[in-house]
């Protein structure tokens, strides 16, 4: 018998798609569920922090804090800033705490001349230049230097010290020089590499001499800087209005600390005074020094307004000490540019260093003075709020809603090709075997009829 016919493999044509419905079914798809994951996740990063804000009860209105202090812990039940919100942990962090205090006085000095601003840096630790003995950089060091085991800063620009006694020298030059200063520690008085402890007590005063006070009647401190003026009057901002404070016939010299000072075309301006004194012309020379005028500013005792409600002392506007500062209320940002470093480092600044405190306008709670915000804004986090639950919540309806919409309109027939119901029909008149097929139906039909 001869051999069967091999029968060949059926091929299968599945036809192409309208792109239109798959690319319209894709979308949705991805759509919905994008936007439920988001939907999911800012529940926790913005729903429910907003909700928080708006239960706290923290005021819009500013108060002024000050840092005291800034604490490096290995273990934290709290934190300042933390970089990512989902993730906080109980590891390392950075605690700030802060006095908390109601605002100054806004002051207007008018008709000012003979103006002379002074800065009076102290050491920048974070960009100081650091000397490693264990790398042998120790071996020609000369001056004042503030060693912590073995890695020295150079502050002999910076600060004066004055010092009676110093522990036996080091000789951080020669072959075992960096084994022998290994582990040196405290202030330091080197000369080519032969440092001596200086013991205590020691007294460092800022470099910051030479600031002319000659025919000056106005000395401002804020921060590391003083603004000094001769100025006609001094006006404050009151309760009840502008109230003019001291004039430049009362012959003495007007001291305060204040949060900025501007000129503007009205005057020098000033905000957020405090610890408003009057000096007496002989008191200062031509020139003084920065530590000279802040002992003067902290131990004077003939205040600016006698009923203490102009430029008061500190400690009158004093609402809680060692407050716990947090950059907002969760403590924490999701942004993950190192923000907190940023923040830390500009809010930090609790004098270790010899420079200025930080000092910053802040939010509290009355019933919880304990806890301060840096950042507080409600109109803002409402804002917020709306956006992130209104874009994801409409873009999930309408991909739902678009993805029931096809389940009821689009068929797929017996071609295996998904069409609208509404297509249907022309889609049957434009296939050629099924026309046929209705043809042959047709004539056959009419056939019978004969």
Request: with cysteine; hydrophobic share 35%; aromatic share 8%.
């Amino acid at each position: 018998m001869p051999a069967p016919k091999p029968v060949p493999p059926e091929d299968l044509i599945i036809p192409p798609q309208d792109n239109r419905i798959c690319g319209t079914i894709c979308v949705c798809q991805m759509t919905a569920v994008l936007s439920s994951v988001a939907l999911v996740y800012l529940t926790v990063a913005v729903y429910m922090p907003t909700l928080r804000a708006f239960q706290s009860g923290v005021t819009e209105v500013p108060a002024m804090c000050t840092t005291t202090r800034a604490w490096h812990r290995d273990a934290c039940d709290w934190a300042t800033c933390g970089e990512w919100c989902l993730s906080k942990s109980s590891g390392a962090c950075v605690q700030i705490y802060v006095n908390l205090r109601r605002n100054g006085t806004d002051m207007l000095f008018q008709n000012c001349t003979n103006t002379a601003t002074k800065v009076c840096y102290g050491i920048d630790q974070e960009n100081a230049k650091r000397s490693r003995c264990i790398a042998d950089e120790c071996r020609n060091l000369t001056g004042t230097f503030n060693c912590t085991m073995g890695t020295c800063i150079n502050i002999t620009d910076a600060f004066e010290c004055v010092f009676k006694n110093t522990d036996p020298p080091l000789k951080c030059s020669g072959r075992r020089g960096k084994i022998t200063c290994i582990e040196m520690d405290g202030l330091q008085n080197c000369h080519r590499g032969t440092c001596e402890k200086i013991r205590t007590p020691y007294n460092c005063d800022r470099r910051c001499v030479d600031i002319p006070t000659r025919n000056k009647n106005v000395i401002l401190l804020s921060g590391d800087k003083v603004y000094l003026s001769q100025c006609q009057r001094a006006i404050a901002e009151i309760v009840d209005g502008m109230r003019e404070v001291w004039n430049e016939d009362q012959d003495n010299i007007l001291m305060a600390s204040c949060y900025t000072i501007t000129n503007t075309t009205r005057g020098v301006e000033a905000t957020d005074c405090i610890n408003g004194t009057l000096l007496a012309n002989d008191v200062l020379a031509d020139k003084t020094n920065f530590t000279f005028l802040s002992l003067l500013g902290a131990t004077n005792t003939e205040l600016l307004d006698p009923s203490r409600t102009v430029a008061p002392p500190e400690l009158d506007l004093l609402l809680a000490n060692e407050s716990h500062l947090f950059i907002n209320m969760e403590g924490c940002v999701n942004t993950l540019r190192d923000e907190c470093k940023e923040f830390l480092r500009d809010y930090g600044k609790d004098g270790t260093d010899h420079n200025a405190r930080a000092r910053f306008p802040c939010f509290y709670a009355e019933s919880e003075m304990g806890k301060v915000l840096a950042r507080f804004d409600l109109e803002g986090t409402y804002s917020h709020f709306i956006f992130a639950f209104v874009l994801p919540s409409v873009l999930f309806v309408v991909s739902c809603f678009m993805l029931i919409f096809c389940q009821r309109t689009v068929v797929v027939g017996d071609d295996a090709k998904m069409r609208f119901k509404g297509c249907a029909a022309s889609g049957l008149a434009g296939s050629p075997d099924k026309a046929a097929s209705a043809n042959n139906l047709g004539g056959g039909g009419s056939a019978m009829a004969l």
